[in-house]
């Protein structure tokens, strides 16, 4: 499973829908996720240029792509991005790798 960090920008009618209507956002993200075999580890809402961060976990990259297609596709967010994550283990790795290789 590899994870991946979500981050997202409200549309105004959604913001407004949200004062108007408190709403569990969290359990809507975490119904979509797991749609697609994935599981929500973290949620925040946030100041600044994002109005929220999630990270996920996905059994891949087109599970992951899949979600965010349909989470775009509701219409609520004006902007979606996905970054992948790496473990510890995986920089490290990746850290190792860069140093044992020679490129032209």
């Not at 961060?53 to 967010?77: H, K, Y």
């Given at each position: 499973m590899a994870y991946y960090l979500y981050r997202w920008t409200y549309k105004d009618p959604a913001i407004q829908a949200m004062r108007e209507t408190p709403q569990d956002r969290p359990a809507q993200l975490r119904k979509a996720v797991e749609a697609f075999d994935g599981k929500l580890h973290q949620f925040f809402y946030a100041l600044g240029k994002y109005d929220?961060?999630?990270?996920?976990?996905?059994?891949?990259?087109?599970?992951?792509?899949?979600?965010?297609?349909?989470?775009?596709?509701?219409?609520?967010?004006?902007a979606l991005t996905t970054t992948v994550l790496l473990s510890p283990d995986e920089g490290y790795r990746a850290m190792q790798k860069a140093n044992a290789t020679t490129s032209g």
């Open positions: 929220g961060i999630a990270v996920v976990e996905f059994p891949d990259n087109e599970s992951c792509a899949a979600c965010s297609l349909t989470l775009t596709g509701a219409g609520a967010n004006a």
